[in-house]
């Protein structure tokens, strides 16, 4: 079984801002179910994101590369062993949610109220020792 918890929230007002801070709803986690290392074909899963912010910001959502040190594969582990997967912000898994660096991008959504959903998938052909994979990711609101 693959899990990818997206655990910890953090709300990050801009310095100059006074208005509350914005709040996110992640609807559930991220489970991939069992990945087979036979398989060509991409595991795929999403959920979805609500954030909630006072209406006159405009925020900026970006989301941590957990255990990984690139956004160019975040890696999911299982003591030693990992399998690289991806975040994305489009279902074609073309544009990879991140902080902006490195190729990644962040979702800006309207000012006030929006949703979107997390797109993520783990390759196929990946040799990988059985056990329970897994990854915590922070989400950080900027306004």
């Not at 912010?53 to 405009?58: D, L, V």
């Not at 970006?62 to 990984?68: F, P, R, V, Y």
């Amino acid at each position: 079984m693959i899990a990818l918890a997206v655990a910890a929230l953090v709300a990050a007002p801009g310095l100059a801002s006074a208005a509350p801070p914005c709040r996110v709803t992640v609807a559930g986690s991220l489970v991939f179910g069992t990945y087979d290392v036979f398989s060509a074909t991409p595991l795929d899963t999403s959920v979805l994101v609500q954030l909630t912010c006072p209406a006159a910001q405009a925020p900026q959502v970006l989301i941590s590369k957990g255990n990984s040190t690139t956004y160019a594969a975040r890696e999911l582990r299982a003591g030693t062993d990992a399998l690289r997967y991806n975040l994305f912000l489009d279902p074609g898994f073309t544009r990879v949610w991140g902080d902006g660096t490195e190729g990644s991008s962040v979702w800006a959504p309207p000012k006030g109220n929006a949703q979107t959903t997390i797109w993520a998938r783990v390759p196929g052909n990946q040799d990988a020792a059985a056990g329970a994979y897994s990854d915590t990711l922070v989400v950080t609101v900027f306004l």
